[in-house]
Nanobody
Framework: QVQLVESGGGSVQAGGSLKLSCAVF????????MVWFRQAPGKEREGVAV????????AYADSVKGRFTISQDNGETSVYLQMNDLKPEDTGMYYC?????????????????WGQGTQVTVSS
């Protein structure tokens, strides 16, 4: 049984930092991508960052480039999101996902397995 478990969310002031973690259980193939999405109330789910091809490649949404960094452990069983210089518009529920049909995509529909999410709240 595949399970993804996120942690690390919380409340911070603008300009602060958080590091999210996602542990992946029961899934041995993550070559095509491990990804972070977020969803703010009333908005569509947005792809934030993806790491793929065994960690050799990564892609980011324009809104987080230069502030967020995605990484994974050598065993490819955990993925992390270091978030710096957080802004109020970064507020939302953050989800990790894995097992994509399309390598390196930020499209939610491509991913088969999802975590339950961890809340990030950034106050001004």
């Amino acid at each position: 049984q595949v399970q993804l478990v996120e942690s690390g969310g919380g409340s911070v002031q603008a300009g602060g930092s958080l590091k999210l973690s996602c542990a992946v259980f029961g899934l041995t193939y993550t070559w095509n991508g491990m990804v972070w999405f977020r969803q703010a109330p009333g908005k569509e789910r947005e792809g934030v960052a993806v790491i793929y091809y065994g960690g050799s490649s990564a892609a980011y949404a324009d809104s987080v480039k230069g502030r967020f960094t995605i990484s994974q452990d050598n065993g490819e069983t955990s993925v992390y999101l270091q978030m710096n210089d957080l802004k109020p518009e970064d507020t939302g529920m953050y989800y990790c996902a894995a097992d994509s049909r399309v390598p390196g995509t930020l499209m939610p529909d491509a991913y088969n397995y999802w975590g339950q999410g961890t809340q990030v709240t950034v106050s001004s």
